[in-house]
């Protein structure tokens, strides 16, 4: 399958039929993978950089690099539960994509009124502080390199990002070359290239890819110096929030019609999965790329300042104009203790 996914099958299939779950990362050509290969700490779901690798994926990822990171086809999961506590998983197969459905991309916010509520796929031009700690997650895969989103949140050490957990790990392997660029654009890092010193993901995600748990973070390390949210500030959490809630997601869909060099959002009141996850559900057309991608409760357009309450995380293959983000319980709220703690 040419370096896409397979994931353990589960028997008796939920409503009788396969249910594709659409993940919503994007991969690319690679020439040669910079990085060495990670350290993971199988026990606790670290993976620890060694410096001469945060320093080669640094220079790795040049503009050209960057630009070159552009989709393949769409990672499509079969999905299965058992009826148990056993989590979703299902086998990957590569699909080419499909065309976007008439009218399904939302229209630019300069085309509806800025900041229109709700919103399913438009580029933001907000402004305010989620243009700074919001960006693209470049990493190699697979022999590939392969782009998602994150975010900059508050945290003790100042070097925090946040994004899903099949950001920083799949198939049972850390990704390599991993690096946050905070404010991306046009193949721009106007705030630079910050490598992760530590990936993470939840216990759940990191022993069998459940994607109830989707959620990954990076500490990052320090860059000309400086340390992350020094630069580009970062965003409060919440965790236990409930169903039902106003919600923005951002991301840097790459997938078309997309092409991850422009900061799409998304606006709506999200509800709770009702078919196989326990996930937040928003009207949402972000592509390939988004993944990781913050969402937020409590956000202020004037500001550009939220609470990231989940992120980005899959799609069902027959409802192609919803999202769906992992609900951060206490195991997310855990993952960001030890992240910044590290």
């Not at 989590?87 to 009124?113: E, F, M, R, Y």
């Amino acid at each position: 399958m040419r370096g896409i996914p397979r994931v353990t099958r589960i028997p008796r299939p939920l409503l009788g039929a396969l249910v594709g779950v659409t993940a919503l990362l994007t991969a690319g050509a690679l020439a040669t993978p910079a990085g060495a290969t990670p350290r993971p700490d199988t026990s606790t779901g670290v993976s620890s950089v060694p410096a001469d690798a945060q320093r080669q994926a640094r220079e790795f990822w040049t503009p050209e690099r960057m630009r070159a990171a552009t989709p393949l086809d769409l990672v499509t999961v079969d999905g299965h539960y058992d009826g148990g506590s056993a989590p979703l998983k299902g086998t990957a197969t590569k699909v080419a994509p499909s065309a976007p459905a008439a009218g399904a991309v939302g229209k630019a916010v300069s085309d509806i009124g800025l900041l229109a509520f709700p919103n399913s796929g438009g580029q933001w031009t907000g402004g305010g502080s989620v243009v700074s700690t919001a960006g693209r997650v470049f990493f190699s895969y697979q022999g590939r390199t392969a782009s998602c989103s994150g975010n900059a949140v508050t945290s003790a050490n100042k070097s925090t990002v946040i994004t899903a957990g099949h950001c920083v790990k799949l198939e049972g392997a850390w990704h390599t070359d991993w690096v946050f660029v905070p404010g991306y654009h046009d193949g721009q890092a106007p705030y630079g290239r910050w490598t992760a010193s530590k990936t993470l993901s939840t216990p759940q995600w990191t022993a069998s890819e459940d994607i109830n748990y989707d959620v990954g973070a990076a500490v990052v390390a320090p860059l000309d110096g400086k340390l992350l949210t020094d630069v580009v500030g970062g965003q409060g959490l919440a965790f236990n929030t409930g169903y039902n809630l106003r919600m923005y997601s951002f991301g840097f869909p790459a997938a078309a019609p997309y092409d991850g060099e422009k900061f799409i959002y998304c606006s709506g009141t999200t509800n709770r999965d009702f078919l196989l996850s326990d996930d937040h559900g928003m009207n949402c057309n972000m592509t390939g790329g988004a993944s990781g991608g913050p969402w937020f409760t409590q956000f202020d357009e004037s500001t550009g300042r939220g609470l990231l309450s989940s992120v980005n995380s899959f799609k069902y293959n027959f409802l192609p104009n919803r999202m769906y983000g992992p609900y951060f319980g206490a195991d997310a709220q855990n993952l960001y203790q030890t992240a910044q703690a590290s």
